[in-house]
């Protein structure tokens, strides 16, 4: 569900089965989406990007699917293991290179 | 590989004091961004630079934050007086402008601000 303050949304996966994280966007205009991985006291980290003249992109390990119609975002990570566990955040170029990210999800690994 | 380098790593102030975070950009990144990050929250822009302008300042509270990139590199955000509600984590990123890879943002380890 949505989330508010600081009750970011959870996901929890057991290691070794595939993770989907989702995201809405609010800007039809927007043409370019990224997925950031943050780690406690960390910066965010680069994960994967698409542009909107793309429905899908596969990186190691990882997919980007892109639906337009519906303005949502999916993250894919396949066999998801204990380093995977971190905060994940969508954002989205609206306009003028202005990167906007989306509320989290943090991804809890089960043993 | 290239990183953004923040410092300091921690600060803790008292309200009303002044604070100064420090960040340099990958070398050839004209574009700088600040970002403020609340504790469960994602980043929120509040300054973004190309070269030595201004680009956006919409969502920086200009009555008590600045921002400066006088030579077009390294960047300092200032908060005078701190208040105990910008206790925050201030994160730095940049980016090449144009199109394609070169817009997706890498950034700094930032900076942790404690206002007591």
């Known amino acids: 569900g949505e989330s508010v303050g600081l009750h970011l949304p959870t996901l929890s996966v057991q290691e070794g089965d595939n993770s989907i994280i989702n995201c809405a966007y609010s800007n039809s205009a927007s043409d370019y989406f990224i997925w950031y991985k943050q780690e406690s006291g960390k910066g965010p980290q680069f994960i994967i990007d698409?542009?909107?003249?793309?429905d899908k992109r596969q990186g190691q390990r990882v997919t980007v699917l892109l639906n337009k119609t519906v303005k949502h975002l999916s993250l894919q990570i396949a066999a998801t293991q204990p380093g995977d566990s971190a905060v994940y955040f969508c954002a989205e170029n609206k306009e003028d290179d202005k990167i906007i990210f989306g509320k989290g999800t943090r991804l809890h690994i089960l043993p | 590989e290239a990183e953004v380098a923040q410092s300091p790593r921690y600060k803790i102030t008292e309200k009303s004091q002044a604070v100064a975070f420090w960040c340099d950009p990958i070398?050839?990144?004209?574009?700088l961004y600040w970002y403020r990050q609340i504790l469960g929250q994602g980043p929120e822009l509040l300054v973004q630079f190309q070269d030595e302008s201004v680009v956006d300042d919409s969502q920086l509270p200009k009555d008590r934050f600045s921002a400066e990139r006088l030579k077009g590199v390294d960047s300092t955000l200032k908060i005078q007086p701190a208040e105990l509600g910008d206790s925050a984590m201030y994160l730095c990123?940049?980016?090449?402008?144009?199109?394609?890879?070169?817009?997706?943002?890498?950034f700094g380890s930032g900076t942790q601000l404690s206002v007591l």
């Open positions: 990123a940049s980016s090449k402008p144009g199109q394609g890879e070169d817009e997706k943002l890498f």
């Open positions: 698409i542009r909107s003249n793309m």
């Open positions: 070398s050839g990144h004209a574009t």
